[in-house]
C-alpha cells in the first residue's frame, strides 16, 4: 500500500506542473487524500465491512467535495485535478493513468441492478464537468471533452465531445460522419416540400389536360 501511495505522489508531478515539493501535494492535494481514502474504504468494502467503508467515503466527500463510493475499483496513477464536484458510482471500473477533472460524474442512468457504471479505460483524460452515464467502455487511450454528456460505448483511441456525446476523432482522425448541427432535418419543412411537390405534379397533369382539350381532343 505505500508504494501505491508514492506512486500517487508521484503521478501528481507527472500531472501537475504546479505541484512544488512532496510535503505540498501529500498535505493540500484533495485528489489525492480521496484516492488515499477510497483505497481504506474500499478494503474495507471487499470486506463486506460496508457501513464503515460509506462512513470514511462520506468523511472524505466532506473533506475534499470528491464522492467515490467505496465499491468502485480504481487503477494505479490515476489523478484527479481540481477534483471538486466529482462522483463516481459503485461499479465504476476505472484502468491505470487516467486523469479527471472537476465536475465528472461517472453514473448510471436509472436503478438498475447490478453493473450500471461506467468502466473506463487506461490512459483515458475525461474534461471537467463531463458525464459518463451507463454500463459501457469507454476505451483506452480516448479522450472525453469537458461537459461532453456520453451515453454509449466509446471505441479505443477516440475524442468525444458534445451532448449527447458523439466520436469526432478516432485514432488521430476527424470522423467525417459527425452531426452537423446547422444541418439538421425541420419535420416542417420536409412537410411543405412534399407538399410543394405535390402541387407541381397536380399541375403538371392539369395543364396536360388542358393542351388536350385544346387540341380538340377533350370530350
Given at each position: ?41 474500499h478494503a474495507l468494502y471487499k470486506r463486506k465491512w460496508f457501513t464503515l467503508a460509506r462512513v ?40 491505470d493513468d487516467v486523469v479527471i477533472y472537476q465536475g465528472v460524474t461517472l453514473g448510471g442512468t ?110
Amino acid at each position: 500500500m505505500f508504494s501505491q501511495f508514492r506512486s500517487d505522489v508521484k503521478t501528481v508531478f507527472e500531472n501537475d506542473p504546479a505541484a512544488r515539493s512532496r510535503f505540498e501535494v501529500i498535505f493540500t492535494y484533495s485528489g489525492v487524500h480521496a484516492i488515499w481514502a477510497h483505497r481504506v474504504a474500499h478494503a474495507l468494502y471487499k470486506r463486506k465491512w460496508f457501513t464503515l467503508a460509506r462512513v470514511i467515503s462520506q468523511f472524505s466527500r466532506f473533506m475534499t467535495g470528491i464522492e467515490i463510493h467505496p465499491g468502485a475499483v480504481i487503477g494505479c496513477r490515476m489523478f484527479i485535478d481540481h477534483g471538486m464536484g466529482v462522483v463516481i458510482g459503485e461499479t465504476c471500473e476505472i484502468g491505470d493513468d487516467v486523469v479527471i477533472y472537476q465536475g465528472v460524474t461517472l453514473g448510471g442512468t436509472g436503478k438498475e441492478k447490478g453493473k450500471r457504471h461506467p468502466t473506463i479505460g487506461s490512459n483515458v483524460v475525461i474534461g471537467s464537468g463531463a458525464k459518463v452515464l451507463g454500463s459501457f467502455k469507454v476505451g483506452d487511450n480516448s479522450n472525453i471533452g469537458s461537459n461532453a454528456v456520453v451515453l454509449r460505448e466509446v471505441p479505443e483511441n477516440s475524442t468525444v465531445v458534445g451532448n449527447p456525446g458523439r466520436v469526432v476523432k478516432r485514432n488521430g482522425e476527424r470522423v467525417n460522419d459527425r452531426l452537423d448541427h446547422a444541418k439538421l432535418p425541420d419535420p416542417v419543412v420536409e412537410m411543405f416540400r412534399d407538399m410543394q411537390q405535390e402541387l407541381e405534379k397536380l399541375r403538371l397533369e392539369v395543364a396536360d389536360l388542358k393542351s388536350v382539350k385544346d387540341g380538340g381532343q377533350w370530350r
